[in-house]
């Protein structure tokens, strides 16, 4: 959620700072704007409702040349989305500020501020950092005092840029529960919330931690801890790709993420494997010695990452013989927890800065786990760096608001990790070898199953009046039907829940008619039978089934039910494989029903608050 690009140049920055902007639209907003100071010592400011392209008109009709500047999407918390609450706000027309993030003391400080004669002119929390540091520059000689001073008045999440017209030689930044990054250039430097948005101008990195403040002008950087002293951050280079620009022959980002999963979860085992086991490396050093002594895993995780983690309960305590509990992490981190002994805790994030899930794994280290693993797309984000051990799925980035080879290669690098402990728990090497040669053909299974897509498509068309939809599934494919219908209702605007099919009689059947699709996951498994006797119940009252089922599973097609034969695959790894076609039945009823599939209203990619 939420984009910042800030810039100290010697050239002008406007072109910089909105294409940041642009690389940073997958995150999900709703209003776009940029400030700089000009060459005339003068603010200018051009804030846009809508798309980055708007902004990006606006900028370019009416000259911008400066070379210090800021510019942010704006994903609405306080304020409705508009061209008065977007960013960058202003204080007594020289101090500028972006800001990702909630501060939840913001009316108590905004009332204090009007008393003192302040004006508000949107209805954000951010504006209220503005004159904060407008105020406390009546009192101290820089714009770095200033905001040290501000923070210390803030409670809540902030990764936040200010600059001064009347000192464009610098940018001061802050960040605390809201990640930002330093790009370090020649002769001019760089901040973003995402090294994405800098990888055209730096490819060397300074990742801020928790409470630090930094300067940074054109030839240098000073960054400052939380309790105010001066400090050395570690200077990254970064191998990242944005690959995503381009959406090549596909008409979505989410239709091409789709399609590169074969590839996606290849790079993700690639290195990984021997001929019969997982290397323990591939969690990283002192993972061997940890995973001897764990006979308990928590793991918390929030959206499309709590449902990987549902389907990593099934297969740890079928495979890996130690008990497992999942939580989301917003519930995890507010109730008293117990912790089991001799138990990790595995964190799950596309992103690695998923606001709740990093406060559980903080709460986590304060409770006394025995470590701490992290498993990501993201090198240097806080999860990754704050956690003990970490798998990076490798999935590259991912654009669409809605995941997709995020969320298999979550599935892959968990399959991994039940592997990596079972050996110590039980797991024999015939059971060990023949896993592995299944995650080794998994891909090529991933590539049969998109061949469907011409039949999903079809059956697409069925859902074009609907309104309303159920998913069934029984073991490890509940968490897939959860998923399939999270999907559903996030870009198609159906609403759609899922259910345990064995629970059809305890309240889902009274939802049962004609007009309701029910869309069930239908493996060949030991589950099967008593699937097919779930299957009748719905038949018997009037039900439509779309059934997606194993080839060999022998389900047949007739007036109330459509069956689509999905490639036979070692039952352990059919959740990864049945979540495909969940994918495309999603996708092409979003384009039936003409929504924005990679920017869904409301959502955003990365949830940096509460």
């Known amino acids: 959620m939420c984009g910042i690009v800030g810039a100290v140049a010697q050239r002008d920055v406007v072109d910089i700072l909105v294409e940041g902007l642009r690389r940073l639209e997958y995150r999900g907003y709703d209003s776009a704007g940029v400030a700089v100071v000009n060459n005339s010592g003068e603010l200018q400011r051009v804030r846009r409702l809508g798309k980055v392209k708007e902004l990006s008109d606006a900028v370019h009709s009416t000259p911008t040349p400066g070379g210090t500047g800021i510019a942010h999407t704006r994903w609405a918390t306080h304020g409705e989305p508009s061209e008065r609450n977007a960013h960058p706000h202003l204080s007594k027309e020289h101090i500028a500020v972006v800001h990702n993030g909630i501060i939840e003391n913001h009316a108590n400080l905004r009332r204090l501020l009007e008393e003192e004669g302040y004006v508000f002119t949107s209805d954000t ?305 015939e059971q060990q070898k023949e896993m592995v040669a299944a995650l080794k053909n998994l891909p090529a299974k991933l590539e049969e199953s998109l061949a469907l897509a011409p039949k999903i498509e079809a059956l697409a068309e069925e859902f074009a009046d609907k309104h309303h939809a159920l998913f069934l599934g029984r073991g490890d494919q509940y968490p897939i039907a959860m998923e399939g219908a999270l999907k559903l209702k996030e870009i198609s605007y159906i609403h759609a829940e899922a259910y345990a099919a064995g629970e059809l009689k305890h309240g889902p059947l009274a939802l049962i008619d004609a007009h309701m699709p029910i869309i069930v996951v239908a493996p060949n498994n030991d589950l099967l039978e008593k699937l097919k006797s779930n299957v009748e119940e719905v038949r018997a009252r009037g039900g439509i089934l779309y059934v997606f089922a194993d080839e060999d599973a022998k389900f047949e097609s007739d007036a109330t039910m459509r069956v689509i034969n999905v490639p036979h695959i070692h039952p352990w790894l059919a959740p990864i494989l049945y979540t495909l076609p969940l994918q495309l039945l999603s996708y092409y009823v979003a384009i039936i029903k003409g929504t924005d599939v990679d920017q869904p209203r409301n959502l955003a990619k990365s949830v940096t608050v509460e």
């Open 125 to 429: 929390d951010t504006e209220v950092i503005a004159h904060l540091v407008q105020k406390e520059l009546k009192n101290t000689d820089s714009l770095l005092a200033a905001v040290q001073k501000t923070v210390k008045q803030l409670h809540g999440a902030y990764g936040t840029v200010l600059m001064d017209k009347n000192d464009a030689t610098r940018l001061v930044v802050a960040r605390s529960g809201s990640p930002l990054v330093i790009g370090l250039g020649i002769g001019e430097n760089f901040i973003a919330s995402d090294q994405l948005a800098l990888l055209p101008v730096t490819r060397r990195f300074i990742f801020l931690e928790e409470g630090d403040v930094a300067e940074i002008t054109r030839t240098t950087i000073k960054i400052f801890d939380k309790d105010g002293q001066a400090i050395e951050r570690q200077i990254h280079e970064s191998t990242a790709s944005y690959d995503a620009g381009d959406k090549g022959k596909y008409r979505h980002f989410m239709l091409k993420e789709i399609y590169e999963q074969p590839n996606a979860v290849t790079n993700t085992l690639e290195g990984r494997l021997s001929s019969e086991s997982v290397m323990d490396e591939t969690f990283g050093n002192g993972a061997a010695e940890l995973f001897k002594k764990v006979k308990h895993i928590q793991i918390v995780a929030c959206g499309t990452s709590y449902h990987s983690a549902m389907v990593a309960r099934y297969w740890l305590e079928t495979f890996s013989g130690i008990s497992c509990n999942v939580e989301i992490a917003s519930e995890f981190r507010y109730r008293k927890s117990f912790v089991q002994p001799n138990s990790m805790v595995v964190t799950i994030s596309q992103s690695g800065e998923t606001a709740d899930t990093l406060a559980a794994l903080r709460l986590a280290k304060e409770l006394g786990y025995l470590g701490s693993l992290s498993i990501c797309n993201v090198a240097g984000s806080s999860l990754v760096r704050e956690s003990d051990l970490a798998f990076m799925t490798r999935a590259g980035a991912e654009i669409g608001v809605a995941s997709t080879k995020a969320f298999t290669t979550q599935l892959v690098g968990l399959a991994m990790l039940v592997l990596a402990i079972g050996k110590y728990n039980g797991l024999s090497t």
